[in-house]
T-cell receptor, first 112, second 113 residues
Framework: GDSVTQMEGPVTLSEEAFLTINCTYT??????LFWYVQYPGEGLQLLLKATKADDKGSNKGFEATYRKETTSFHLEKGSVQVSDSAVYFCALLYNQGGKLIFGQGTELSVKP | NAGVTQTPKFQVLKTGQSMTLQCAQD?????MSWYRQDPGMGLRLIHY???????DQGEVPNGYNVSRSTTEDFPLRLLSAAPSQTSVYFC????????????FGPGTRLTVL
């Protein structure tokens, strides 16, 4: 079945370091791909999305490119801040059926 | 707009007790869903609804019931709580099954003793 796999956490970085969180997916069609972020004690918020191959989603300095050839949607940020500390979830969605499928989440901790 | 609201924020139950987790949205969204979040397992879909009067099972429906009598409300019922249902529960909504941006509530942390 369809699934999303993320790199294991927790990831600990120093402020201003480069961030990559890997995400790969298994799907039979052409899903939309998402990154959601969950700050401590809160619900999930949409961070960015891409709806077709080679699309790049971006928001708040984060970027991810939909790579159909490698079935990947890795999250990157050039310079992380302490305020980026959160859990990040990769997810996929087929419009037909409408079920959002999540990866297991990757906890990011940024130290000053 | 309040968005998606959930009550209560925290709840402790004893095994065998029943309760209802409330979820409401004021965005006139057709599609609503319930997830549970467990460490290392991401979010798993419990039940969902594509409109008032229509519900269906997700990935982990056992032990949970839902109904959708209005567009705004989508309560989740635990008929006989078990320790395996200790989790954080999130309600979410989006405009329709065909749209992609989903909005999440703040969550309910449930502990079953």
């Amino acid at each position: 079945g369809d699934s999303v796999t993320q790199m294991e956490g927790p990831v600990t970085l120093s402020e201003e370091a480069f961030l990559t969180i890997n995400c790969t997916y298994t799907a039979t069609g052409y899903p939309s791909l998402f990154w959601y972020v969950q700050y401590p004690g809160e619900g999930l918020q949409l961070l960015l999305k891409a709806t077709k191959a080679d699309d790049k989603g971006s928001n708040k300095g984060f970027e991810a490119t939909y790579r159909k050839e490698t079935t990947s949607f890795h999250l990157e940020k050039g310079s992380v801040q302490v305020s980026d500390s959160a859990v990040y979830f990769c997810a996929l969605l087929y419009n037909q059926g409408g079920k959002l499928i999540f990866g297991q989440g990757t906890e990011l901790s940024v130290k000053p | 707009n309040a968005g998606v609201t959930q009550t209560p924020k925290f709840q402790v139950l004893k095994t065998g007790q029943s309760m209802t987790l409330q979820c409401a949205q004021d965005m006139n969204h057709e599609y609503m869903s319930w997830y549970r979040q467990d460490p290392g397992m991401g979010l798993r879909l419990i039940h969902y609804s594509v409109g008032a009067g229509i519900t269906d099972q997700g990935e982990v429906p056992n032990g949970y019931n839902v109904s959708r009598s209005t567009t705004e409300d989508f309560p989740l019922r635990l008929l006989s709580a078990a320790p395996s249902q200790t989790s954080v529960y999130f309600c979410a909504s989006r405009t329709s099954v065909g749209t992609d941006t989903q909005y999440f509530g703040p969550g309910t942390r449930l502990t079953v003793l």
